[in-house]
């Protein structure tokens, strides 16, 4: 159970950081409201995130999903580079 809640918290919350972060560098809009709209998108992305982790029966597909989100997004957003 502790697995799973660390997996829900602190990677849900890496997850949708960095996801939503993703979508607010690509979305074709101005950036100040494509950041509005990803941070009101985070919290239920975020919310998403941990009421399928505890729903989820399997342990290991919930960290592969969770953590492979947070991983890829993060990732992307390095690749990206920084906002000019």
């Keep these: 159970m502790t697995a799973r809640a660390v997996t829900a918290m602190i990677g849900g ?4 950081a960095g996801s939503v972060s993703l979508a607010a560098r690509i ?10 709209w990803a941070m009101i998108l985070s919290f239920l992305v ?3 995130f941990i009421l399928w982790a ?4 399997r342990l ?12 890829a997004s993060i990732g992307c957003l ?7």
Excluded at 54 to 57: A, G, L, S, T
Excluded at 60 to 71: H, K, Y
């Design 60 to 71: 290991a597909r919930v960290a592969a999903v969770i953590w492979g989100v947070a991983i």
């Design 46 to 48: 975020y919310a998403g």
């Design 78 to 84: 390095w690749l990206l580079g920084p906002a000019l």
């Design 27 to 36: 979305a074709p809009m101005d950036r100040a409201e494509a950041t509005i």
């Design 54 to 57: 505890f729903h989820e029966p």
């Design 13 to 16: 919350y890496a997850a949708a």
